[in-house]
């Protein structure tokens, strides 16, 4: 009987070991798709948006190790400070700088792009538009602006438009806009895109992700011939910041259970940043435009995000919200 219990007792006991185990490699099978391809990057120019955390510090700190010359956007110049000495200490690239950059302000954005077109450098052969706010409950930007659509569509839609013409200068050169899968569930409520008559944070949430890949798609096309390329992607399920509004995830069931849970299925920030990587390096990407990438691969975009109609009718929303036009 003694023997029975004791037997018992073991394989009850292996079971922690077991579940762990299982975690772990359901762990690593969820972090998709590597960049692996070596490529040297010295001499070129590149600006990363939203960079001293998360997916953006990981892309900055790959970018450095091959040898590129990196502009940090960033709002909170503490932390993205901090991030810049630790990516140059790690990776012994001088050449990572930091400016300033308020993506809710479109002053703000104004002054980042006077800066570093004032800046030593005369040439930016990549821009990578990653910043974003998720699920945040209703805040307006400093014009006005609903938050989410007017961080991640409008706020880099104006930075890429006032870089345009570097980027033109510098060809073959490339945009990459960091979407999310969550564009297959959005619809760009034209009759009230600042969310003013109802609004729901996760609706429009993916309204502005399906945003940044019509954005994508409409700029594709406009920049033909020009030597630009613009793709977008999804980056996977991540665990960063990105979700620091999400009330479940921050209190006490969230934080110990939840996250808990969901740990095997994210995606590290490292692993985050590779598909970032692959549509911003891959070699074999020269001349790729207009697409969508997940797990290092094209993939097929939600039916409307290939409404033309629509990206055209974004477009023009987007402009007469950021006051730009082909004259600026």
């Given at each position: 009987m003694c023997m029975i219990i004791d037997c018992i007792l073991g394989r009850l006991l292996d079971w922690p070991l077991v579940f762990g185990l299982a975690a772990y490699v359901l762990k690593q099978y969820m972090q998709g798709g590597k960049f692996e391809k070596k490529t040297d990057e010295t001499g070129k120019v590149v600006i990363v948006t939203g960079s001293n955390t998360g997916i953006g510090k990981e892309t900055v700190l790959e970018l450095a190790r091959r040898g590129a010359t990196v502009y940090m956007a960033c709002r909170d110049k503490k932390r993205a400070e901090e991030a810049r000495l630790e990516i140059i200490k790690e990776t012994k690239n001088q050449n990572i700088f930091f400016l300033e950059l308020d993506l809710s302000s479109l002053e703000s954005i104004r002054k980042f792009v006077a800066a570093f077109k004032g800046s030593k450098e005369n040439k930016l052969h990549i821009l990578i538009n990653n910043a974003g706010v998720m699920r945040c409950p209703r805040m307006l930007t400093k014009d006005g602006f609903e938050m989410q659509l007017g961080v991640n569509h409008m706020g880099h839609f104006l930075l890429t438009m006032l870089l345009l013409d570097m980027l033109k200068k510098s060809a073959p050169s490339r945009i990459v806009n960091v979407s999310s899968r969550a564009h297959t569930r959005g619809e760009i409520n034209i009759d009230d895109l600042n969310s003013e008559k109802s609004y729901h944070e996760g609706s429009a949430y993916s309204q502005s992700k399906l945003a940044n890949v019509l954005f994508t798609r409409e700029l594709a096309r406009r920049l033909e011939g020009t030597g630009v390329t613009v793709n977008s992607l999804h980056p996977g399920v991540v665990a960063t910041e990105l979700g620091r509004h999400m009330k479940i995830l921050n209190n006490l069931f969230g934080r110990l259970v939840l996250r808990t849970m969901l740990w095997?299925?994210?995606?590290?920030?490292?692993?985050?940043?590779?598909?970032?990587?692959?549509?911003?390096?891959?070699?074999?990407?020269?001349?790729?435009?207009?697409?969508?990438?997940?797990?290092?691969?094209?993939?097929?975009?939600?039916?409307?995000?290939?409404?033309?109609?629509?990206?055209k009718l974004l477009w023009e929303e987007s402009e007469k919200w950021t006051r730009f036009s082909t004259t600026n």
């Open positions: 095997p299925f994210l995606k590290t920030p490292k692993s985050g940043a590779q598909t970032t990587l692959y549509a911003a390096l891959d070699p074999d990407l020269n001349g790729v435009t207009g697409l969508y990438f997940s797990d290092c691969k094209p993939i097929k975009v939600a039916p409307a995000a290939t409404d033309d109609k629509m990206a």
